[in-house]
């Protein structure tokens, strides 16, 4: 089925670790977005990407790099994980008319210990 | 700067209608969103509507705009359990890039 494709869906790591969680999407969307979800602070952006090969800052992007090398894919990488990064992270895709909103994925669950 | 503003918990009666209500800021917002998150799973579009709307009806679901108040709300008319869920309000951000803000989410509780 077409849709976005979150790797992993859950990890452990421990403070100072680092990892990259993929993003993929198979509908040919030039948007691509990750957010992070905490209890009673909704979804908030942390880098987005509006096509192969730029990135841009969001509203929370200290403490997380991003990589857009082809279209399909979307990298957020945590090069020294740190105890606030545990949550719920949540990449999305959208094409350039925005009716239909954003495709987003299941999520990939982080605890930073 | 942009914020979307939505309660936190709503409780109903299996049956009844559900209004959720949600404030944004944005008046230059092209479409408003409606999604739904069942646990454990993303975020799911519900529906959606344009600014030039003040009304939309799907099925169990109405969605009302009042531009001058910023102000959306979603009925759902005979609440299910199966509608128990959190819904996040979104308004498009007019910066560019189709940015999506989203509120902290509403948790509807259904019972019986």
């Known amino acids: ?113 | 700067g942009e914020d979307v503003e939505q309660s936190l918990f709503l409780s109903v009666r299996e049956g009844d209608s559900s209004v959720i209500n949600c404030t944004y800021t944005d008046s230059s917002s092209t479409y408003l969103y409606w999604y739904k998150q069942e646990p454990g799973a993303g975020l799911q579009l519900l529906t959606y509507i344009f600014s030039n709307m003040d009304m939309k009806q799907d099925q169990r679901l109405t969605v009302l705009l009042n531009k001058k108040d910023k102000h959306l709300s979603l009925r759902i008319a005979d609440t299910q359990t199966g509608d128990s869920a959190i819904y996040f309000c979104a308004e498009i951000f007019s910066g560019g890039y189709n940015k999506l803000i989203f509120g902290a989410g509403t948790r509807l509780a259904v019972h019986p």
């Open chain 1, 1 to 113: 089925n077409a849709g976005v494709t979150q790797t992993p869906k859950f990890r452990v790591l421990k403070t100072g670790q680092s990892m990259t969680l993929l993003c993929a999407q198979d509908m040919n969307h030039e948007y691509m977005y990750w957010y992070r979800q905490d209890p009673g602070m909704g979804l908030r952006l942390i880098h987005y990407s509006v096509g192969e090969g730029t990135t841009a800052k969001g509203e929370v992007p200290d403490g997380y790099n991003v990589s857009r090398l082809k279209k399909q894919n979307f990298l957020l990488g945590l090069e020294s994980a740190a105890p606030s990064q545990t949550s719920v992270y949540f990449c999305a895709s959208g094409g350039v008319t925005t009716n239909y909103g954003y495709t987003f994925g299941s999520g990939t669950r982080l605890t930073v210990v």
